[in-house]
């Protein structure tokens, strides 16, 4: 469903810069842009995305670095009125091991059960 969202917001608006991606592989990437030294070309990426999808969000769960990163991109998308959208097989009270920061976030927006 939000891999179809993505496809009709790049149809609807050609020049929207929409970015779908799973929670596991925002962490890899992440990851390997510490290795690689190359961590703020990884933070400038994600701040030019208008629309950004992740799927699984629950699953960055554990992951202190990986949510401190998302927490900042997060914030620079929603103060500059971007779109975020996540997943996830669990409400926003019910995730575990994820920072306060990201859940208050989590929870301001829409929400809906499927």
Not at 84 to 102: C, G, H, W, Y
């Amino acid at each position: 469903l939000a891999y179809s969202i993505g496809n009709e917001i790049k149809k609807r608006f050609l020049k929207k810069n929409v970015l779908y991606v799973s929670a596991d592989t925002f962490t890899q990437q992440y990851i390997n842009s510490v290795k690689k030294n190359i961590r703020d070309e990884f933070i400038r990426f994600y701040k030019l995305i208008d629309v950004l999808i992740i799927e699984d969000v629950q699953f960055l769960s554990g992951k202190s670095g990986t949510q401190d990163v998302f927490f900042h991109i997060y914030n620079y998308l929603y103060q500059n009125r971007k779109q975020i959208i996540f997943t996830s097989d669990k409400a926003p009270v019910d995730m575990e091991d994820i920072d306060q920061r990201l859940l208050s976030r989590f929870k301001c927006g829409f929400l809906l059960e499927l």
